[in-house]
Nanobody, 123 residues
């Protein structure tokens, strides 16, 4: 089991950048595919991006392709989400999640969730 803690959210203007981090405790981080989700007010939580255990494969929701980049550092037990050219519609609470043994594809359930970090993009 890993415990996940997100950080890096904040209030920015449209066009700005943010980098979210998700730090994992435990010694098995490299065994987990990692995911970023987000939930805007009044909307369901949606998948944003994911990365395989070895970082060979990454996946993105269409609306963030070319603007967001997911990466991971298994030596630091951390997954990142670099968000560029932010738009007001990116405003949401961003959550990281982990799935042991997965390859980065969407799952029916996830083993671990962080508490979330708020990202607010003003126009």
């Amino acid at each position: 089991q890993v415990h996940l803690v997100e950080s890096g959210g904040g209030l920015v203007q449209a066009g700005d950048s943010l980098r979210l981090s998700c730090a994992a405790s435990g010694r098995s981080f490299s065994n987990y595919a990692m995911y970023w989700f987000r939930q805007a007010p009044g909307k369901e939580r949606e998948f944003v991006a994911s990365i395989s255990r070895s970082a060979i494969a990454t996946y993105y929701i269409e609306s963030v392709k070319g603007r967001f980049t997911i990466s991971r550092d298994n030596n630091k037990n951390t997954v990142y989400l670099q968000m560029n050219s932010l738009k007001p519609e990116d405003t949401a609470v961003y959550y990281c999640a982990g799935k042991r043994g997965a390859d980065g594809g969407l799952q029916d359930s996830y083993d671990n969730w962080g508490q979330g970090t708020q990202v607010t993009v003003s126009s």
